[in-house]
């Protein structure tokens, strides 16, 4: 019969030297999945991933939000000072409208510095979860047991205990004498030794894992004080007052998930007096004023001195005192017709607050006649040529300094700044004196002084008021905000202050576990072994270690003996290189 492939016999060196290396068919194959998960873009965005949540990536993000809060410091925020911003933006030109298109003069609210906070947050998140579990897992985890040689540890010293005291109860003398802030363990070992592993400073680790936990928490609160918090400005004179609500506000802004106009219905009365001191160099040293406030509409008015760190509480609202200028008053009277009182706020243009503001005058509708005023205070001027300029921010010597117009404001045309007078209708002026308008006179005026056009206006500088500019602030994670702070900065001095420290102690009777055996007819003795070992610089554990040893010696010495003899104990001089310490029962 003709044999097959299958009836052949199998080759006998391929029976008897099996092949090394298994056959192709044999090897698994990789699935096209797998491929992808080991060398695709699914293998790029964990390595990403792991990057992100790692701990050096959260310290390197923490350092870019610093350095990005920093302009939020040094630039004026649209958000807390509109007029300043403004002002700093006209006066660096093309600077100034960059620095306002990257968001500089809105730090907090920008779209890179919410990418950073975002970034941080996450990567907080991945950090701290596998920290959270390993810290849990170490404190089910027992000490580690006693190494093999006590005396090559930084830290050791050893001695002698005599008597017939086995090594178990002298382990359990030792054990209460470290007390319960050490975590121990009590280990027997071969040879009839038993080794005490114990270990301090766990806490080092919760501080550690506190303070990363709180600052998470804060960045939290944070983010919740942004979507349901609101912040509103307003330029408040002497004299009067606002309610709490959204159309009285010179600047508002409100969080993403803040309710529209939903705010604590308060008022500020009456803003009574404003006081500032000054320096011998003129500049601020505290800034005061006296207000009357009432909490809801039918609560009795209340009293309050708001200062530059001492804001008014109310409900989760705050009121600070931002800053603060000067506000002349003018009566403007025309031939036939009754006197018209104005008092317009001017904003400082340098640090003696040399201010700038404008009044206006409405005339009849069309006819062409309203009054604008520009002018410039000067609190404590000194006159230059015509030109007036503030050598002090105190109230000293005041002349305001006036241009007159008449002509069309154009008031009906729409809102206007209250601050200036349109450019564009003095530019009109200029060409046709029939669109616009058209000087009438300039004059320096002090308090008191008069000037008078060619048609018999008058123009009068009666006085002078000061304003305080105010901000509300709501944020609804103020309280968590602030215990959120308290615990990072306790978990931080925790984490700084607490070492890792672990101590061994071995008790071995002579002759057992290495120890020497002693002399025929000697007292039966015990060898003890310490040896201590700080996981971090601790310039305190060596002193640590001795008043622990000083303490065993004391504590094992006074323990009962497990005989009917109670023999005393006498110490021998010992160090770790030349021989054990003795501890002699008598």
Request: one cysteine or more; hydrophobic letters at 40%.
């Amino acid at each position: 019969m003709t044999g097959t492939a299958t009836d052949a016999p199998p080759d006998a060196g391929s029976a008897a030297q099996p092949s090394a290396q298994p056959s192709a068919q044999s090897r698994p194959t990789e699935t096209a999945l797998q491929r992808i998960i080991r060398h695709g873009p699914v293998a790029g965005v964990r390595k990403l991933w792991r990057r992100l949540i790692s701990m050096r990536t959260a310290l390197v993000l923490l350092f870019l939000l610093a350095i990005a809060a920093v302009p939020g410091s040094l630039l004026p925020q649209r958000n807390l000072n509109p007029l300043r911003t403004q002002q700093y933006i006209d006066q660096h030109g093309a600077w100034g409208t960059f620095l306002d298109r990257i968001g500089m003069f809105d730090v907090f609210g920008s779209a890179w510095f919410a990418a950073i906070y975002l970034l941080l947050f996450v990567s907080l998140i991945g950090c701290l979860v596998p920290r959270i579990r390993l810290y849990a897992k170490s404190l089910r985890t027992k000490p580690l047991p006693a190494p093999r040689n006590l005396l090559r540890l930084p830290e050791s010293t050893g001695f002698d205990v005599l008597g017939e005291r086995s090594a178990a109860d002298l382990a359990a003398v030792a054990r209460a004498s470290l007390g319960r802030r050490w975590r121990a363990i009590v280990r027997e070992e071969p040879g009839g030794s038993v080794a005490i592993a114990a270990e301090k400073g766990y806490s080092r680790e919760a501080g550690n894992l506190l303070f990363h936990l709180s600052l998470l928490t804060l960045l939290i609160c944070i983010a919740i004080g942004n979507l349901f918090g609101y912040q509103g400005t307003v330029l408040v004179t002497e004299g009067r007052g606002f309610c709490n609500s959204v159309l009285t506000y010179d600047s508002f802004k409100s969080g993403r998930l803040a309710q529209d106009g939903q705010v604590a219905p308060f008022c500020i009365d009456t803003l009574n007096d404003f006081q500032a001191t000054y320096r011998a160099d003129g500049s601020a040293s505290d800034f005061r004023a006296d207000i009357t406030y009432s909490r809801s509409v039918d609560s009795a008015p209340e009293q309050y001195r708001l200062k530059v760190n001492s804001p008014l509480r109310l409900e989760g609202d705050r009121v600070y005192l931002l800053s603060h200028g000067y506000t002349p008053v003018i009566t403007v009277t025309r031939p036939g017709q009754p006197p018209l009182t104005s008092e317009a706020a001017f904003v400082p243009a340098d640090l003696n607050y040399t201010s700038e503001g404008a009044f206006k005058f409405a005339g009849p509708v069309g006819a062409g006649n309203d009054i604008g005023v520009e002018g410039i205070f000067a609190p404590t001027s000194v006159d230059h040529g015509g030109v007036i300029v503030s050598t002090s921010p105190k109230l000293g010597n005041p002349v305001l300094g006036l241009i007159v117009y008449t002509g069309d404001l154009g008031l009906q045309l729409g809102p206007q700044s209250v601050y200036s007078l349109s450019a564009t209708q003095k530019d009109e002026g200029k060409a046709d004196p029939s669109t616009g308008l058209v000087v009438q006179d300039r004059q320096n005026l002090a308090m008191g002084e008069t000037m008078t056009l060619a048609d018999g206006t008058t123009v009068t500088f009666d006085s002078v008021k000061e304003w305080a500019s105010l901000q509300v602030s709501h944020d609804p994670s103020q309280r968590e905000l602030l215990i959120a702070a308290v615990l990072m900065v306790a978990g931080l001095l925790g984490s700084l202050a607490i070492r890792r420290r672990r101590i061994w102690v071995r008790f071995s009777p002579a002759g057992a576990g290495g120890a020497a055996a002693g002399a025929p007819g000697d007292p039966a003795r015990t060898v003890v072994s310490v040896g201590g070992l700080a996981r971090s610089d601790s310039g305190s554990f060596p002193e640590e270690f001795r008043n622990v040893i000083e303490r065993l010696r004391a504590d094992l010495a006074g323990a009962p003996p497990s005989t009917a003899e109670s023999p005393s104990t006498s110490e021998l001089p010992s160090t770790a290189q030349t021989g054990p310490t003795r501890i002699d029962e008598e």
